[in-house]
């Protein structure tokens, strides 16, 4: 899966949202004007990852790229403004499966530059920087040139620690982008709430050191301190032990794990490899034999859908919290 090198609880309130037309006087023959109007709230400029967009209305016609885009999206009862979507790393959240049903899969990766401009789009949104692939043709400029809008995850253009007040950015600015600006505001707050529910359960808890195992054979490919997994590690009540990396993924050594000597490994699960392949290859490399997490098979997983800057971070921390402190009050 590309990525920078690369069913949970939801807010099935929040998803059966209707979403707000754009607001104007109807249109009609005695009224010719009224199309012209702008939409209330209009326009609106939003600079995002180096690109400054002017919206006169909101999209009609939306693309997400990535999971967590696609359910920001559904979270803010925007199923209708989706004309296409692609790239899944698992199950989109039950509460959200009836409306992507309904929704038009590009495909199951990335999408070509023609097949995505075939769905005729208005805005791209991409959770990954890998989604506006330049070598293929997606990169936010060429888009702007065929005069369509884009976004990408602040997760991937932050300098510095990601953490909660950049999930409230993407989603303010996200509903906000698409006239929904009350809708961005709730779920935020819902979001907010269970997290602080969790940090006051687990505060006074032991903090478990923690390895957090995405992939790899001869290096380990780990969340660093730059994205958003390292402050949910955190949150529930958890050390990263690579927090000091400075990027949202990277590879380490073998030597460094052993060195650091976590005291849990946590999972990431995803794609084709299986949680319980991940523990095998652990389990079975001889040095690893006397690292704490391994020796006490001391595993954690979460889902990587819930590891990124989306509507699931209070899913991740309250699983999360819960696994690394089944006691905790």
């Keep these: 899966m590309s990525r920078s090198r690369a069913a949970l609880r939801s807010f099935a309130a929040l998803a059966l949202l209707t979403p707000l037309a754009a607001c104007g006087a109807p249109a009609g023959a005695d009224r010719p004007a009224a199309d012209a109007r702008p939409a209330l709230g209009y326009p609106y400029t939003v600079t995002n990852c180096g690109v400054t967009s002017t919206f006169q209305a909101p999209p009609k016609r939306a693309v997400t790229m990535n999971q967590h885009a696609t359910e920001i999206m559904l979270a803010l009862g925007l199923q209708d403004r989706i004309a296409g979507t692609a790239y899944l790393d698992d199950s989109v959240l039950a509460a959200y499966r009836p409306a992507y049903d309904k929704i038009k899969v590009l495909a199951k990766e990335y999408p070509s530059k ?58 303010t600015e996200v509903a906000r982008t698409f006239g929904v600006p009350e809708r961005g505001a709730a779920l935020i707050a819902d979001e907010q709430r269970r997290v602080d529910a969790v940090t006051a ?121 819960r696994q690394l402190h089944p006691d905790a009050a």
């Design 114 to 171: 023609e097949v995505l401009l075939g769905a005729g789009p208005d805005f791209v949104y991409g959770g990954y920087a890998s989604a506006f692939d330049k070598a293929q043709g997606r990169d936010r400029e060429a888009l702007a040139k065929s005069g369509i809008n884009s976004r990408l995850s602040v997760e991937y253009c932050t300098r510095g620690p990601v953490g909660l007040a950049q999930l409230k950015t993407e989603i």
């Design 201 to 321: 359960r687990v505060k006074d808890a032991p903090k478990p050191s923690v390895f957090v195992y995405d992939s790899g054979e001869g290096s380990a490919f780990t969340s660093g301190g730059e994205g958003i997994g390292n402050e949910i590690v955190s949150l529930a009540g958890g050390t990263n032990v690579f927090a000091d990396l400075k990027d949202t993924f990277g590879d380490v050594s073998w030597e460094k794990v052993i060195e650091r000597a976590p005291e849990v490994v946590l999972i990431y699960d995803y794609g084709g490899t299986t949680v319980e392949s991940k523990k095998q290859r652990l389990l079975n490399d001889p040095a690893l034999a006397q690292v704490p997490a391994i020796r006490d098979q001391r595993f954690v997983v979460l889902p990587l859908s819930s590891a990124v800057l989306g509507v699931r971070v209070a899913d991740a921390v309250e699983s999360l919290g």
